[in-house]
Each structure stands twice: as structure tokens, then as C-alpha cells.
């Protein structure tokens, strides 16, 4: 399965707070490191800044928000959030945003990228295993950090590519769930008026 990534933008916090408020209390505690309610998760979707860090999402047929990762710019490092609904688990979905945001951080000419997780997240700690991050585990949590090299006009192509990719797959979903609305409402006026036609024969 080739799953596609589409860079967000600040137009798209609704649609982000939408994500994150469909995890139930356990997944953002694993996604957060700690217990957050919705005021929580509504106060750290506004507190994102779109110009200065990446966010990243895989859209479902439906235009929600199937994963997400937030790739959020340091002095020298950036730190990587990952989430992912639970129907669309295993999948691969964590795989491609990671590795969208680590040519993202190369082209910023970061030297480092690292991931913060409790260590009972086991979906994350097997993420940063398979992208062959090391890891280092204490008391509970644990940093996985991947080494980056630098940006070069190869990584530029290919995050330029992927963006044009994850723009065109959105507009497609965007048409087709169209033609679905438009589709379900003709199908609904046929069922109202032929119920009406219905009605008014037996009434003659």
C-alpha cells in the first residue's frame, strides 16, 4: 500500500483538532506523554505555529485526517509527534509521515531528529526500530534519535514531489467525495418524490 503525506497548514487546524479529538484518553496519553482532555488538545492545536514548524497528515477517502505527525523545529534538532486513528493502524502510515518528516528536517539543515515517547508506547518505540533510530530508555520514557545529513538538491526534489503527490491525491478525494454528496442528495430527491408520487395515486 502507498500511503501519501500532504504538508498542513494553518487553514487546516480545524481539520488537525478533528484528529486529535477523535483519540480516546489512552491513545493521547501515548501520543502526549500525559493525560490531556479536549481543552487540552484544543490549547495545543492553537499553539502550533504552521510558519515555523511541519505538520503532516494522511487523509482518509472521507477528507479526515487518518494520521498526523507534527514535526516541530529546534535549535539544532527536531522533535517528531505521531498519531494515527486506530482503524487505519498498521498500515504504514506512521512509517511515511516519519519519513516525510526526516527529509523535511534535512532540508532544513537540521542536524538531528528525535522522537519522545513513553516506553509502553509500543507502536512508536517498533516505528523507531524499523527506521533504525537509536533509542535510549529511563524511568518510564524514552528518545529515539536518528542522525541527519545534510539537505542537497536531492532531498529538495524529492519533498517537492511528494508535496505536488499528496496535493493531487487530496484534490482527487475532494472530487470524488463531491460526487458522493451530489450522488446521496439526487438519490434522496428520486426516494422523496417517488414516496410523493406514491402517495398522491393512492390518494386519487
Not at 500532504?6 to 501520543?31: G, P, Q
Not at 498519531?83 to 504504514?92: D, E, M, Q, Y
Not at 526526516?102 to 518505540?125: D, K, T
Request: aromatic share 8%; net charge negative; proline share 2%.
Amino acid at each position: 500500500m502507498h500511503v501519501v503525506t500532504k504538508e498542513l497548514s494553518r487553514l487546516d487546524r480545524e481539520t488537525l483538532l478533528a484528529h486529535f479529538l477523535a483519540l480516546d484518553a489512552e491513545d493521547r496519553r501515548l501520543r502526549f506523554g500525559v493525560p490531556l482532555s479536549d481543552f487540552g488538545v484544543k490549547d495545543y492545536v492553537e499553539r502550533i505555529d504552521f510558519e515555523r514548524d511541519a505538520v503532516f497528515g494522511v487523509y482518509d477517502d472521507e477528507l479526515k485526517l487518518a494520521g498526523a505527525a507534527h514535526l516541530a523545529r529546534g535549535e539544532g534538532f527536531a522533535e517528531l509527534g505521531v498519531s494515527v486513528l486506530p482503524a487505519h493502524r498498521g498500515l504504514g502510515l506512521g512509517g511515511a509521515m516519519l519519513a516525510r518528516a526526516h527529509v523535511h528536517a534535512r532540508n532544513w539543515g537540521l542536524p538531528s531528529l528525535f522522537m519522545h515517547c513513553l516506553s509502553e508506547n509500543g507502536a512508536m518505540m517498533h516505528l523507531a526500530r524499523k527506521q533504525g533510530m537509536r533509542i535510549v530508555a529511563e524511568s518510564g520514557e524514552a528518545d529515539a534519535y536518528l542522525e541527519l545529513s545534510p539537505g542537497d538538491p536531492s532531498s529538495i526534489a524529492r519533498e517537492l514531489f511528494a508535496e505536488r503527490v499528496g496535493l493531487f491525491d487530496y484534490a482527487i478525494k475532494s472530487q470524488l467525495q463531491a460526487v458522493r454528496r451530489m450522488t446521496a442528495a439526487w438519490m434522496g430527491s428520486e426516494k422523496k418524490q417517488g414516496g410523493k408520487a406514491e402517495k398522491d395515486e393512492k390518494a386519487a
